[in-house]
DNA sequence: CCAGACGTTGTT
DNA sequence: GTCTGG
DNA sequence: CCAGACGTTGTT
DNA sequence: GTCTGG
């Protein structure tokens, strides 16, 4: 699964990793890097804009809030999503059909099937090349009813974990290749639950990181710092 | 008909 | 155990 | 995801 | 909103 990644925004790479709109590109700059994104954040989304024809990069709070919730709190239980099932799934299922984005990360964050004693221990996984990428993210808008404000909120889709992912977590969120993000972001491509499998081993890397990062609090460069000698092969 | 769920993960 | 906050 | 709270009364 | 269970 995904429940904590990190972003570093770069105006040099974002713009042609996610062919970003001029718009996007200034809003990029008011972004901070997030060494240890939580759910409930506010995190930066992808979506095609059809008027404008454009990638447009704006927030959403993760963890997604179905249009028709009555509690804005289900949140916290809807930060990722089976793309096995989520086309089906009521709380997904329109999000699925007609609102799909790509999330932008540069890591994101598992912790090892708790092995008995200590603390426990997180990873940190990239890509190999240690690029930016994205993952496959569905939204959804939600008006409460307690005041005149709505609520722009995502949810990252899961997928089966590779054979490198395996060795931590029978999950893993579900990464795009570039050349898939305007096929998956266009609700009229039908076969796009084709695009939703588990990336390749071979292009990622797995690194132990400190605890550090597992206190929602801290968020430095330290989260993000591997432990030498540490890493996990496939 | 109305009431209540609608989700994922991991652990047992 | 379960929910909230980060 | 993990960490931390989870309660009331009265006093500062 | 839509579906299931009673």
Same mark, same amino acid.
């Given at each position: 699964?995904?429940? +904590?990644?990190?972003?570093?925004?770069?105006?040099?790479?974002?713009?042609?990793?996610?062919?970003?709109?001029?718009?996007?590109?200034?809003?990029?700059?008011?972004?901070?890097?997030?060494?240890?994104?939580?759910? =409930?954040?506010?995190?930066?989304?992808?979506?095609?804009?059809?008027?404008?024809?454009?990638?447009?990069?704006?927030?959403?709070?993760?963890?997604?809030?179905?249009?028709?919730?009555?509690?804005?709190?289900?949140?916290?239980?809807?930060?990722?999503?089976?793309?096995?099932?989520?086309?089906?799934?009521?709380?997904? +299922?329109?999000?699925? +059909?007609?609102?799909?984005?790509?999330?932008?990360?540069?890591?994101?964050?598992?912790?090892?099937?708790?092995?008995? =004693?200590?603390?426990?221990?997180?990873?940190?996984?990239?890509?190999?090349?240690?690029?930016?990428?994205?993952?496959?993210?569905?939204?959804?808008?939600?008006?409460?009813?307690?005041?005149?404000?709505?609520?722009?909120?995502?949810?990252?889709?899961?997928?089966?974990?590779?054979?490198?992912?395996?060795?931590?977590?029978?999950?893993?969120?579900?990464?795009?290749? +570039?050349?898939?993000?305007?096929?998956?972001?266009?609700?009229?491509?039908?076969?796009?639950?084709?695009?939703?499998?588990?990336?390749?081993?071979?292009?990622?890397?797995?690194?132990?990181?400190?605890?550090?990062?597992?206190?929602?609090?801290?968020?430095?460069?330290?989260?993000?710092?591997?432990?030498?000698?540490?890493?996990?092969?496939?």
């Amino acid at each position: 699964m995904c429940g +904590r990644y990190n972003i570093i925004p770069d105006t040099e790479t974002w713009p042609r990793e996610f062919s970003l709109s001029a718009g996007s590109v200034s809003r990029i700059d008011t972004m901070k890097p997030n060494y240890n994104v939580c759910p =409930s954040a506010d995190i930066p989304i992808v979506r095609y804009d059809p008027g404008s024809r454009q990638m447009e990069l704006s927030l959403a709070h993760w963890g997604l809030v179905p249009s028709w919730s009555k509690q804005r709190s289900v949140a916290y239980r809807m930060i990722n999503a089976r793309a096995e099932s989520a086309a089906e799934k009521p709380a997904y +299922r329109e999000s699925f +059909r007609w609102r799909r984005c790509v999330i932008p990360a540069n890591g994101f964050f598992e912790w090892e099937r708790s092995t008995g =004693s200590g603390s426990k221990q997180p990873y940190l996984v990239t890509l190999q090349a240690g690029t930016v990428f994205g993952f496959a993210g569905l939204w959804d808008c939600w008006k409460d009813p307690g005041d005149d404000g709505s609520l722009i909120s995502c949810t990252i889709l899961t997928t089966c974990a590779n054979s490198l992912m395996q060795n931590i977590h029978d999950r893993m969120p579900v990464i795009l290749a +570039r050349a898939h993000y305007s096929k998956w972001l266009d609700p009229v491509s039908r076969d796009s639950g084709a695009l939703l499998r588990p990336y390749s081993s071979k292009r990622m890397r797995v690194s132990a990181v400190s605890p550090y990062v597992n206190n929602p609090r801290n968020n430095n460069a330290r989260c993000i710092q591997t432990l030498e000698g540490q890493g996990i092969h496939g």
